[in-house]
């Protein structure tokens, strides 16, 4: 059984950074294409980076392209996201997410079929 388990939100000042962490366990983690989403108070699952499995490729949402870093650790089973100059529209909770339905698209949320339990982003101007 697939299991995800972030950890690592807080809070931060404006232009501060976290690093959050998103350990895997189950399964052959070196082969699954790895996502972070994040969640504001009452808005959707958005999308943030999405780092491949096969070949580590990137894929990052317009918005923290540039700030944030995604990265992988397969000899830990986990995955990272560096997050530098951060922003009070960054606040929200970030969720790491393992893509199962590769017949969507990778931002989409429903390509993604396990999910961690989120952890909590705030960003104080």
């Known amino acids: 059984q697939v299991q995800v388990v972030e950890s690592g939100g807080g809070l931060v000042q404006a232009g501060g950074s976290l690093r959050l962490s998103c350990a895997v366990s189950?399964?052959?983690?070196?082969?699954?294409?790895m996502a972070w989403f994040r969640q504001a108070p009452g808005k959707e699952h958005v999308f943030v980076a999405r780092i491949r499995g096969l070949d580590g490729d990137i894929a990052w949402a317009d918005s923290v392209k540039g700030r944030f870093a995604i990265s992988r650790d397969n000899a830990k089973n986990t995955v990272y996201l560096q997050m530098n100059s951060l922003k009070p529209d960054d606040t929200a909770v970030y969720y790491c997410a393992l893509r199962t339905d590769y017949s969507r698209n990778y931002y989409d949320y429903g390509a993604y079929g396990y999910w961690g339990q989120g952890t909590q982003v705030s960003v104080s101007s």
């Open positions: 189950g399964g052959t983690f070196s082969t699954y294409d």
